[in-house]
């Protein structure tokens, strides 16, 4: 079992700049695959990043691309995800993953999920 905890939602205005951690306890964490997604009310859960167990690869999803980083410490069981140049449209609850296999991850069938973290981008 991989328990996550995200953390580091908020209010921004458009422009701005939140940092999204998610904690990870009980099993091996470093062998594990991360990815973020967002889902807004009435709509589909979409992909944000994923990061495979070492950090060597990583995948964004167009929407995000040169605005956020996914990134992770091994050593501190966190991965997180820095959300730079904020739009009303990234206005979502983000959700942390993880499974063994990266392609599982960014396919959106990851083993273990968050609680979610609420991220409201302002106009």
């Known amino acids: 079992q991989v328990q996550l905890v995200e953390s580091g939602g908020g209010l921004v205005q458009a422009g701005g700049s939140l940092r999204l951690s998610c904690a990870a306890s009980?099993?091996?964490?470093?062998?594990?695959?991360l990815g973020w997604f967002r889902q807004v009310p009435g709509k589909e859960r979409e992909f944000v990043a994923a990061?495979?167990?070492?950090?060597?690869?990583?995948y964004y999803a167009d929407s995000v691309k040169g605005r956020f980083t996914i990134s992770r410490d091994n050593t501190k069981n966190t991965v997180y995800l820095q959300m730079n140049s904020l739009k009303p449209e990234d206005t979502a609850v983000y959700y942390c993953?993880?499974?063994?296999?990266?392609?599982?991850?960014?396919?959106?069938?990851?083993?273990?999920w968050g609680q979610g973290t609420q991220v409201t981008v302002s106009s």
């Open positions: 990061i495979s167990w070492s950090g060597g690869i990583t």
């Open positions: 009980g099993r091996t964490f470093s062998s594990y695959a």
């Open positions: 993953a993880a499974d063994q296999i990266l392609r599982s991850v960014r396919a959106g069938g990851g083993n273990y």
